[in-house]
């Protein structure tokens, strides 16, 4: 696990690549039911954060819903596809000419939100934050929007986690900040609270996801305005 440059942020200085591919642990998603996480504001989270020696930056597709890019769950609901749906269902939705075109003209719609979007207000204030910290932004983002900024995330989906992620490197990490992440795809933070108990997890979304712990933290509101904030009050600004 490196520590990352400024001019530098790659998914590289995120991880290793140099680990050893072996058989990992599978992990569920995190679910915490009846959980009550303590709740802070913008200015707590962002001292909560500078005291943190190392660090990392999630976010989920609500980031990006202001860019008018809907979130995955709006997606799969379009598409009616349920998460994990079997793929053979799936194909066979495809195969009938009833819903093809209509699924073909969704996902059509979709492409072309993605290819005019610009990044926004969260986006730009993050990757000033990512920049300044020197850190590294986690995603399961496929719009590009954090690269139009000049960061390069690392894609949970796309990426090897469940080797990079390894118990060493979860336990270095003190906290996972978490932006309009509603659930805990690829189970990252499952695997992260597995090996690193002590660790906590910051939410900023305007629902308390289900992946929060008592011991974790709640930031209620709108990431448009309060990732600006977080940045104009980390950077001194």
């Known amino acids: 696990?490196?520590?990352?440059?400024?001019?530098?942020?790659?998914?590289?200085?995120?991880?290793?690549?140099?680990?050893?591919?072996?058989?990992?642990?599978?992990?569920?998603?995190?679910?915490?039911?009846?959980?009550?996480?303590?709740?802070?504001?913008?200015?707590?989270?962002?001292?909560?954060?500078?005291?943190?020696?190392?660090?990392?930056?999630?976010?989920?597709?609500?980031?990006?819903?202001?860019?008018?890019?809907?979130?995955?769950?709006?997606?799969?609901?379009?598409?009616?596809?349920?998460?994990?749906?079997?793929?053979?269902?799936?194909?066979?939705?495809?195969?009938?000419?009833?819903?093809?075109?209509?699924?073909?003209?969704?996902?059509?719609?979709?492409?072309?939100?993605?290819?005019?979007?610009?990044?926004?207000?969260?986006?730009?204030?993050?990757?000033?934050?990512?920049?300044?910290l020197e850190t590294q932004i986690l995603t399961g983002n496929f719009d590009g929007l954090h690269e139009k900024t000049g960061i390069s995330p690392y894609n949970v989906e796309m990426q090897p986690l469940q080797h990079d992620l390894s118990p060493k490197v979860a336990k270095e990490i003190d906290a996972i900040v978490c932006i309009t992440s509603s659930y805990d795809f690829q189970s990252v933070l499952e695997r992260y609270k597995h090996f690193n108990p002590k660790g906590i997890i910051i939410a900023i979304n305007q629902q308390k996801p289900t992946y929060l712990g008592d011991e974790d933290f709640f930031v209620k509101g709108n990431v448009q305005k309060l990732i600006p904030k977080l940045e104009k009050i980390i950077t001194k600004r």
């Open 1 to 132: 696990f490196l520590p990352q440059k400024k001019a530098q942020i790659t998914s590289k200085d995120l991880i290793s690549a140099n680990q050893k591919t072996k058989k990992v642990k599978t992990f569920p998603q995190r679910v915490c039911k009846n959980s009550n996480p303590k709740k802070l504001t913008i200015e707590k989270c962002a001292s909560l954060i500078t005291k943190k020696k190392k660090f990392l930056f999630l976010t989920g597709s609500g980031i990006s819903l202001a860019a008018n890019i809907p979130t995955m769950q709006i997606l799969l609901r379009d598409l009616k596809i349920v998460e994990n749906e079997n793929i053979d269902d799936f194909t066979k939705i495809l195969l009938d000419d009833q819903h093809y075109k209509s699924l073909f003209l969704i996902i059509q719609n979709f492409l072309k939100s993605i290819e005019s979007a610009k990044p926004t207000k969260a986006h730009k204030a993050l990757a000033k934050l990512a920049f300044y």
